[in-house]
Every structure is written in structure tokens, then in C-alpha cells.
């Protein structure tokens, strides 16, 4: 409608132009079309070559890594919502056997149970302010940008928290690579590390098979950099089996020594300890940071996830606009006791 009026209201200029140019139309055409690249100043009229800001439909979000290796866990999300702490029964030592046994009465034993457990973390988001004027003027949906961002943003730091749960302190389920001398990945870590080989993923299926852990069911999940540096590695014989297992719906990209490899963008991080010790997720990454991948039986870590809830205040006063924010209820753990059924492998210094 503006358009239509901002055509005729030139027009009418014309017009009233051409009256004093001798009824020269094209000369006062020439002048309204200059006059046009001006605000006319009348309520409603909308200049014909003002130069409008172009916005398109959808906006470039932030890139998130898929999350799906969580389906790989014992679920135990029915415990989010009856509490704070979950408790995991590990059954004692079982009792012992006899051949042909002489001495009667037996010697009677009892088991002693061990209770573990792990308390349900909250995670929030920082709230998000959107303008009253964005409502208005922009063309793309900003709401519905901000609450998918808001979404995988919570997501992300769910499925880095409980990688970090799930991650061994033990010596005995920390290997470290082999590999010859590469640079150092992480962000913040300087030098040289050892970079992973196949010999020590099959250094993580002997560790499993010592340890009786069922031949199905077995993961590896490792972080872009050491993935190409084990996959540069394999022949096209050892290529060709390892990618029968790819599977794009579950995200595993393939099968190799007993374990389904996953892939993404960022694992864990270990310290450089003696024994090294897993480092928070959102930690600052320091110069001697190790990336590690980590190897877990489905049935030997544990996740416990709730809903991600919105909270919305529409038209505060006190900002002139929508504030939005989440939140998201967690837990997990390593479920055993003794940590069978998960190790990492954690780059050594090169």
C-alpha cells in the first residue's frame, strides 16, 4: 500500500512540475525521480529508491555435535524426576564352590553389598533478551532461532557432562597412545603428543576381554583428530570391513577390535598426572592438556536425563521485551563399583 501511495504522491508532483516547466513531462518526470531519493516528509508515503536493508528468511545458527552415543548407556532416566541422588546396589562377592565336598558343616559365608551413588545435576542457560523492536522489524524469527540455539546449546553441555561422568580415574582403565610424536589438538595444549594407533584399540579389547565384558555392545568414541589418525592407518582390506557397521541413524561410523566407533567433535581431556585425571568440560584448556577417547560397554555407565524446560517472560518492563531461558535436570555415572566395562586412552607426551 505504501508503494502504491509513494507512485502516485510522485505523480501528482509531476504533475504540478510540469505546469511550470511548460508541460514538459519527461523533464518533470526527472525531477520527481530525483525528488523520490529523499523523504517527502508526508505520513504513510514511502519513497520509491530508499535502499532497504535485505534480511533472509532463516539465520545461520551455531553448529552442534550429535549427541546419539547416549542411547548407548543403561537408561535410567525414570530416576530424574524422584529426586536428588541416585543409588546403584552392586551385589557382593559371590560365594564360593566345592567339588565333592568332605567337611560337613560347610563354612558359612555372608555377602556384604556395596551402595554407589550419583547425584542429579541442573543445568541452566543464561537468559536471552530479545528486543521488543526485533519482534517488529526483522524478518526472520528470532524467537524461534533463539530457543533452537537455547535447545542444542543445553544439549551439548548435557551430553559433555556426562562424557566427563563417565570418564575412569583409574590407573588400570587409563592406557595411553603409542603412536609416533604429532602436534597437540586440544585448544590451549602446546608440544607434542603420541598419536593413537590401531595397536592400542586393540590394547583396549584385551583389557575388555581380561576383564569378561560381553563381545556385543562394546563403544569407542573418539574426537576428529585422533579418528583420522587411526583410520590414516588402516589398509583398504581393514577399511572395507571396519565401514560394514556404519550406521548414519545411531551415528556409529564403523567397527573395529570388538568396539563401534563414534566420532565427534570434542571427547574429554585428561591432565598429565602420573595417573591422569579427567578434566571438567568447561574447564580452561591449559598447555599440558591430553585429548583422550573413551571405551565403555552399554551396560557398564549409567544416564539419567530430564526434559529441557523453557521459562519465558513475555513484554518485561523492566527490559522492553522477551527474556527466555532453559533448563535441564542430569545424572550418570560408571555403574560398577570395581569400573569394569570402561577405559580411556589418553595421548602421552611425544
Request: proline share 0%; net charge negative.
Given at each position: 500500500m505504501k508503494k502504491i501511495l509513494a507512485i502516485l504522491f510522485n505523480l501528482t508532483i509531476g504533475l504540478v512540475l510540469s505546469s511550470f516547466l511548460g508541460g514538459d513531462l519527461f523533464a518533470a518526470g526527472?525531477?520527481?525521480?530525483?525528488?523520490?531519493?529523499?523523504s517527502t516528509g508526508i505520513g504513510g508515503v514511502l519513497p520509491m529508491a530508499i535502499q532497504k536493508e535485505i534480511w533472509e528468511n532463516d539465520i545461520v545458527e551455531s553448529l552442534w555435535a550429535d549427541n546419539g552415543f547416549l542411547n548407548f548407556a543403561y537408561n535410567a532416566d525414570q530416576f530424574v524426576l524422584a529426586g536428588k541422588v541416585v543409588h546403584i546396589p552392586q551385589a557382593g562377592a559371590a560365594p564360593g564352590t566345592k567339588v565333592n565336598r568332605s567337611t560337613l558343616p560347610a563354612t558359612v559365608t555372608k555377602r556384604t553389598d556395596v551402595d554407589i551413588t550419583y547425584a542429579i545435576d541442573e543445568?541452566?542457560?543464561d537468559p536471552v533478551h530479545i528486543p521488543?523492536?526485533?519482534?517488529?522489524?526483522?524478518?526472520?524469527?528470532k524467537r524461534r532461532s533463539v530457543l533452537?540455539?537455547?535447545t542444542a546449546a543445553i544439549n551439548e553441555s548435557a551430553a559433555l557432562n556426562m562424557l566427563y561422568r563417565w570418564s575412569p580415574t583409574e590407573k588400570a582403565a587409563i592406557l595411553r597412545t603409542t603412536g609416533d610424536a604429532v602436534p597437540a589438538h586440544l585448544d590451549k595444549a602446546t608440544g607434542n603428543r603420541k598419536a593413537a594407533k590401531l595397536a592400542d584399540i586393540k590394547a583396549l579389547m584385551k583389557l575388555f576381554n581380561k576383564q569378561n565384558i560381553p563381545q556385543t555392545d562394546r563403544y569407542?568414541?573418539?574426537?576428529?583428530?585422533?579418528?583420522?589418525?587411526?583410520t590414516a592407518e588402516m589398509d583398504a582390506n581393514?577399511?572395507?570391513?571396519?565401514?560394514?557397521?556404519?550406521?548414519?541413524?545411531?551415528g556409529v561410523v564403523g567397527k573395529?577390535?570388538?568396539?563401534?566407533?563414534?566420532?565427534?567433535?570434542?571427547?574429554m581431556r585428561y591432565s598429565n598426572a602420573g595417573t591422569p585425571a579427567p578434566k571438567q568440560w568447561d574447564a580452561v584448556g591449559e598447555a599440558t592438556d591430553n585429548a583422550a577417547a573413551l571405551a565403555w560397554h552399554k551396560n557398564s555407565v549409567e544416564r539419567a536425563l530430564g526434559d529441557v524446560k523453557f521459562f519465558e517472560n513475555l513484554g518485561d518492563p523492566t527490559y522492553y521485551g522477551d527474556i527466555y531461558s532453559s533448563l535441564l535436570r542430569l545424572g550418570g555415572r560408571i555403574r560398577r563399583n570395581d569400573n569394569k566395562g570402561v577405559a580411556a586412552l589418553v595421548q602421552a607426551a611425544g
Open positions: 526527472m525531477i520527481a525521480g530525483g525528488l523520490s531519493l529523499f543445568i541452566t542457560t521488543n523492536a526485533d519482534t517488529v522489524e526483522l524478518s526472520y524469527d533452537s540455539e537455547t569407542l568414541m573418539l574426537d576428529a583428530d585422533m579418528y583420522e589418525q587411526l581393514t577399511q572395507r570391513d571396519f565401514l560394514r557397521a556404519y550406521d548414519e541413524k545411531t573395529l577390535y570388538s568396539f563401534n566407533w563414534i566420532m565427534r567433535a570434542q571427547v
